[in-house]
């Protein structure tokens, strides 16, 4: 039987903890969607305009051979929708949003995978600065 998984997230200056990320993620099924938070919801998130834009960080996302499908995420109360549109069996999240996404236990299965330790976005940005 065909399992979507689903998974959410900003990719910006893509990682290796993005990457492992998406292939455990991918691991849990046989077709891997990414909604890609668009420009305008990273603000919302997390206060700042990512690096690479939308167009180019749902480029650098869909090309990976573990991702199937993406779509850009523009709000995070459409996830019900996104789920249900996308026909998602399981939802993947990291494990930095614990708990959050409980109430969609009625949609899909919900599965928060472990962070890679010690690498994001923001310390690689706060590196390059130095
Ligand atoms: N992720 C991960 N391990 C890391 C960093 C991110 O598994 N070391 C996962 C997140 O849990 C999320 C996805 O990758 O499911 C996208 O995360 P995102 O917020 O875009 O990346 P961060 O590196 O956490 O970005 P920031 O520093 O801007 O918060």
Same mark, same amino acid.
């Given at each position: 039987? !065909? %399992?979507?998984?689903?998974?959410? @997230? ?10 492992? =990320?998406? #292939?455990?993620?991918? !691991?849990? &099924? ?6 890609? !938070?668009? /420009? ?6 997390? @206060?700042? =305009?990512?690096? $690479? !834009? ?7 996302? &869909? ?8 779509? +850009? *995420? *523009?709000?995070?109360?459409?996830? &019900? *929708? $996104? +789920? ?14 614990? &708990? %959050?996404?409980?109430? $969609?236990? /009625?949609?899909?299965?919900?599965? $928060?995978? #472990? ?9 690689? +940005? *706060?590196? +390059?600065? =130095?």
């Amino acid at each position: 039987m !065909s %399992k979507t998984v689903i998974t959410f @997230g900003t990719f910006d200056v893509f990682h290796v903890g993005h990457l492992r =990320l998406l #292939q455990r993620a991918a !691991s849990l &099924g046989n077709r891997l969607v990414v909604g890609v !938070s668009s /420009d305008a919801l990273n603000i919302e998130k997390k @206060g700042r =305009l990512p690096v $690479y !834009s939308e167009a180019e960080r749902t480029e650098i996302v &869909g090309s990976l051979r573990c991702v199937d499908t993406t779509f +850009i *995420e *523009e709000s995070l109360a459409k996830k &019900g *929708e $996104y +789920i249900a549109g996308f026909k998602a069996d399981v939802l993947v999240m990291g494990d930095d949003w614990e &708990g %959050k996404f409980d109430a $969609y236990r /009625d949609n899909c299965e919900v599965v $928060y995978l #472990q962070r890679t330790p010690a690498i994001s976005t923001t310390e690689v +940005i *706060e590196k +390059i600065r =130095l």
